[in-house]
């Protein structure tokens, strides 16, 4: 095991086309947040996942940051799903992409279920590949979880509902596993540093695009495109 | 966002530190249960804090950020008491060193953060569970659950900025548990959720560590 760092996604390797980024500008905002509450109330109840079954004192920007955790994990649900129904992966490797696919459909099930109609729908994802060999996978799989680990520490400080909060912290340290499990898999340190950083929205989103990996919009789900970016 | 600077607490609350400051005396005195003493007086503002939704005050960081030090603290010293019982080989070894060093940066920087308040560390015993490499991996995994579950369920009480901080600790903790798992055979990431630990269940965890 080595301690050099795994080959990441390079914005400059890619053709930037922004499709994540558009998707993540059509969140919706502050003009949905009566029907975004009464949803988040509502759901709240039936997800397991969330620790803590407070007033969903949802605001608007809560809503943008769990809208912006639930587009990494259906980046991350599709890829290790696409994965293992291709079938290319073997042994250890196999296995985890079965069982990190599974959490991974399940934090999307679970910030669907807490946004309500307040979800944004779910891209299209094209892999180019990087799903059907074993080494393409492992680099894809240690550069998102690493990424998904980054961008939810810098989101969580800003959350303002103590639920919401709980929720995206059990899911953070989960990511943090994921990340250390294929690191150790891949042959890199699964704990490299004493101290993980945060990565800005603005950062994440141009990895994630400059991977080509969205490759059709979501569907609106509100009127407003003006971009505004927490972090 | 300064990221990656732990705010000084001590500076930031004029109250003081007496509030959880646990004395030499207090920690010695042994009937009380050592940890329970110990973490009672660091954790019992949090709880309360916690359940009470409170938004974070310096105090109550401070209390959270001294039972954070004190398992931190328990953590560096047991992978201390490992690699220098010898009896550790291949990935084990080099998870305890590399764990180890990473648990005393995160020592150095609560204490940092504690100033005076942090106090002294207690003394700890390990006896084989630092020795014995089954049990030092079982032991190693119970103990970094136990730091990342308490910070997970204590996150929800600090400061903005104190959680920006500790967040950056609290992942470190989760890949330390996901290696020890990994180590041991088992799924790194047996759930989906990380549940969050009581302080009442931590401190049974810890107590038998601490001598009293």
Partial sequence: MTDREPVSLKVDDFDVDGAVREALERMPRSRFLGRTMAAGAAALGAVVVWPALASAEANSNDITILNFALAL????????????????????LAHQANVVGMH????????????????????????HGVTENADAFR???????????????????????????????????????????IRRLAGFLPAAHAFDDPLSDAKVVDIVNSTHFVTLKAPQTSMETNPHFTG | MVKGALPRIESADQRGGP???????????????????????AIGG???????????????????????LLIERLQAAFYGAALAGGHLTGEARQFAQVVGAEEQAHVKYLTAALGSSAGPSPHFRFGDSATDPAKFIATAISLEETGLGVYNGQAVSLTPKTLAAAARVVSVEARHAA??????????????????????????????????
């Fill in chain 1, 73 to 92: 994990e259906y980046l991350q649900a599709s890829f290790y799903t696409e994965a293992e129904r291709i079938g290319a992966l073997r042994g250890a």
């Fill in chain 1, 104 to 127: 991974e459909r399940a934090h999307v099930k679970a910030f669907k279920q807490l946004l309500g109609s307040a979800a944004i729908k779910e891209p299209s994802f094209n892999f």
């Fill in chain 1, 139 to 181: 680099s894809t799989a240690v550069a998102f979880e690493d990424l998904a680990t980054a961008a939810y520490k810098e989101q969580a400080p800003l959350i303002k509902s103590k639920s919401y909060l709980a929720g995206a912290l059990a899911i953070h340290s989960v990511e943090a596993r994921h990340a250390a499990w």
């Fill in chain 2, 19 to 41: 509030v959880v400051r646990v004395s030499r005396a207090t920690l010695l005195k042994g009937s009380v249960a050592g940890v329970g003493a110990l973490a009672g007086a």
């Fill in chain 2, 46 to 68: 949090a709880e309360l804090a916690a359940s009470a939704d409170s938004s974070g005050s310096a105090a109550t960081d401070r209390e959270i950020l001294t039972f954070g």
């Fill in chain 2, 179 to 212: 290696w020890a798992r990994a180590i041991a055979g088992q799924d790194p990431a047996p759930v989906a959720v990380d549940v969050p630990i009581p302080v009442a269940q931590a401190k049974q965890t810890l107590e038998p560590f601490i001598v009293q």
